[in-house]
């Protein structure tokens, strides 16, 4: 497997991105015998599919189906969802943690719970949600303050914990980092347990014995012990998801199962930070590689913000920083695949899809694909400055009625995060530091994000970053 290398950070604008990552994608070429098919599916892309419209292979029981045209993943996500659920995979790696959390479940459950979470995330609450992801980050940015100027950070810890606080404070009012601490390890861990392996891919029974699901059991309960001192030491009233989540369903009169609530809570916090954090690991990192990319961003943050703390009314004038995270996920989508079981006889391209068969939608080859994309693997944030709306091929929430409920909440964090800690400082990989990028659901570095953290002087800033 290709690895993406960090060496010293260049400004050349050809850096390419289109590297080999782990993930359970099937291989169109058939002269591959079932065990190094097997083997590659889990472990990387086969270099066709980012050429392909549309791939097929026979694995085991299941028919793998991978789709890179947008016609056609609208088709599956949106135009005939009812026809696809989620996949077994999925259920096997998430349901453990997460319950029948709006990630996990199916039909009048997951609907019901859609209509009850959806008031917490709309757009006219966003602005409430503000103050305390700027708080959040004021502490992280304080404690980088007291540690001697040019210090080692590792990135991946500071951003897990601070949008696990971000969410913890907005939603729970939660302040308490020991336990926030507590749930960074603990879903750190319980990614690094639970895998798509061998038994997954070939369709065996749930019932045959997989050492990863032992594993995942054992963090769970832990899991579950770590929630439950959040909800009942750090909730605050007045917090819109303990009032749906807690009371009788925010005036709805849906109340919820105490497990139901246990499986919603848990999916908020773990989901809900994870995927923000990657996205800000890997937008430092490519700003890191690309410094000319920072003049940019600081130019408009100068400008815009003139030192101050960013607030909510300031987002509609940070285009550029909103393009840089858009950029980022383009190719490093914090869900760079996933899956849907088809539940009834379908056609996509004219192809047959029988029921059972398993279709896979992979953001990480879609975000590059050459037929949708100019250049694809190179960073370049203009390109969402020139096209004036998200283009089709641009799926890092997902899309349909299953598209992520906290798509603007996140990117709203996520602008917010970059625009605060640029101001106050310029990261660095460390010398010699190897970022190998792997799927532990959401897209993480093998080997964290160490990063050389320096303060900027007050003024001046856009000179600074050169």
Same mark, same amino acid.
């Given at each position: 497997?290709?690895?993406?290398?960090?060496?010293?950070?260049?400004?050349?604008?050809?850096?390419?991105?289109?590297?080999?990552?782990?993930?359970?994608?099937?291989?169109?070429?058939?002269?591959?015998?079932?065990?190094?098919?097997?083997?590659?599916?889990?472990?990387?892309?086969?270099?066709?599919?980012?050429?392909?419209?549309?791939?097929?292979?026979?694995?085991?029981?299941?028919?793998?189906?991978?789709?890179?045209?947008?016609?056609?993943?609208?088709?599956?996500?949106?135009?005939?969802?009812?026809?696809?659920?989620?996949?077994?995979?999925?259920?096997?790696?998430?349901?453990?943690?997460?319950?029948?959390?709006?990630?996990?479940?199916?039909?009048?459950?997951?609907?019901?719970?859609?209509?009850?979470?959806?008031?917490?995330?709309?757009?006219?609450?966003?602005?409430?949600?503000?103050?305390?992801?700027?708080?959040?980050?004021?502490?992280?940015?304080?404690?980088?303050?007291?540690?001697?100027?040019?210090?080692?950070?590792?990135?991946?810890?500071?951003?897990?914990?601070?949008?696990?606080?971000?969410?913890?404070?907005?939603?729970?009012?939660?302040?308490?980092?020991?336990?926030?601490?507590?749930?960074?390890?603990?879903?750190?861990?319980?990614?690094?347990?639970?895998?798509?392996?061998?038994?997954?891919?070939?369709?065996?029974?749930?019932?045959?014995?997989?050492?990863?699901?032992?594993?995942?059991?054992?963090?769970?309960?832990?899991?579950?012990?770590?929630?439950?001192?959040?909800?009942?030491?750090?909730?605050?009233?007045?917090?819109?998801?303990?009032?749906?989540?807690?009371?009788?369903?925010?005036?709805?009169?849906?109340?919820?199962?105490?497990?139901?609530?246990?499986?919603?809570?848990?999916?908020?916090?773990?989901?809900?930070?994870?995927?923000?954090?990657?996205?800000?690991?890997?937008?430092?990192?490519?700003?890191?590689?690309?410094?000319?990319?920072?003049?940019?961003?600081?130019?408009?943050?100068?400008?815009?913000?003139?030192?101050?703390?960013?607030?909510?009314?300031?987002?509609?004038?940070?285009?550029?920083?909103?393009?840089?995270?858009?950029?980022?996920?383009?190719?490093? $989508?914090? !869900?760079?695949?996933?899956? %849907?079981?088809?539940?009834?006889?379908?056609? @996509?391209?004219? /192809? =047959?899809? #029988?029921? &059972?068969?398993?279709?896979?939608?992979?953001?990480?080859?879609?975000?590059?694909?050459?037929?949708?994309?100019?250049?694809?693997?190179?960073?370049?944030?203009?390109?969402?400055?020139?096209?004036?709306?998200?283009?089709?091929?641009?799926?890092?929430?997902?899309?349909?009625?299953?598209?992520?409920?906290?798509?603007?909440?996140?990117?709203?964090?996520?602008?917010?995060?970059?625009?605060?800690?640029?101001?106050?400082?310029?990261?660095?990989?460390?010398?010699?530091?190897?970022?190998? $990028?792997? !799927?532990?659901?959401?897209? %993480?570095?093998?080997?964290?994000?160490?990063? @050389?953290?320096? /303060? =900027?002087? #007050?003024? &001046?800033?856009?000179?600074?970053?050169?």
């Amino acid at each position: 497997m290709d690895n993406v290398t960090t060496e010293t950070p260049s400004a050349d604008r050809g850096v390419s991105y289109r590297d080999a990552v782990p993930g359970p994608v099937p291989t169109s070429n058939g002269s591959l015998s079932l065990l190094r098919r097997l083997r590659q599916m889990r472990q990387t892309y086969p270099i066709e599919v980012f050429e392909n419209l549309i791939s097929e292979q026979k694995i085991g029981r299941f028919r793998y189906i991978i789709l890179n045209d947008p016609d056609a993943i609208r088709h599956v996500l949106v135009e005939n969802a009812k026809s696809y659920g989620k996949s077994p995979f999925l259920r096997r790696l998430l349901e453990p943690a997460l319950g029948q959390g709006l990630l996990t479940s199916d039909g009048e459950t997951w609907q019901r719970h859609r209509r009850l979470m959806a008031p917490v995330f709309a757009h006219r609450n966003l602005n409430r949600f503000a103050p305390a992801i700027a708080t959040a980050t004021s502490h992280m940015l304080e404690r980088w303050d007291r540690s001697s100027d040019g210090s080692p950070i590792d990135l991946a810890d500071e951003m897990s914990m601070l949008t696990l606080s971000s969410i913890a404070r907005t939603m729970f009012g939660a302040e308490d980092d020991r336990i926030l601490e507590g749930i960074v390890q603990i879903v750190a861990r319980y990614q690094d347990a639970v895998g798509i392996g061998l038994a997954d891919l070939l369709g065996l029974p749930n019932w045959v014995p997989r050492l990863s699901t032992i594993r995942g059991r054992y963090i769970v309960r832990h899991l579950n012990q770590v929630v439950d001192q959040l909800i009942e030491r750090d909730r605050r009233p007045g917090h819109l998801l303990i009032d749906i989540l807690t009371d009788d369903g925010g005036g709805s009169g849906q109340k919820l199962s105490r497990q139901e609530v246990r499986d919603q809570i848990v999916t908020i916090l773990t989901a809900g930070h994870e995927t923000t954090a990657q996205t800000m690991n890997w937008t430092w990192y490519l700003l890191s590689k690309h410094p000319d990319v920072e003049v940019k961003l600081i130019e408009e943050l100068d400008e815009v913000l003139g030192g101050r703390t960013p607030a909510y009314e300031d987002l509609s004038r940070l285009v550029y920083a909103k393009a840089v995270v858009q950029e980022s996920m383009r190719l490093f $989508p914090p !869900v760079p695949t996933f899956s %849907r079981l088809c539940l009834a006889d379908d056609a @996509i391209l004219g /192809r =047959r899809v #029988a029921k &059972g068969s398993i279709v896979m939608i992979a953001p990480w080859i879609l975000h590059r694909h050459r037929s949708f994309w100019s250049d694809p693997d190179i960073f370049e944030p203009e390109r969402f400055l020139e096209t004036g709306e998200r283009p089709r091929a641009y799926i890092p929430f997902g899309a349909g009625p299953r598209i992520c409920i906290g798509a603007s909440f996140a990117m709203m964090e996520a602008v917010l995060i970059l625009a605060q800690v640029a101001q106050r400082y310029r990261l660095r990989l460390m010398p010699g530091h190897r970022i190998e $990028p792997v !799927v532990r659901i959401a897209l %993480r570095s093998r080997y964290g994000m160490k990063m @050389i953290a320096t /303060r =900027r002087s #007050a003024a &001046g800033l856009a000179k600074l970053a050169l």
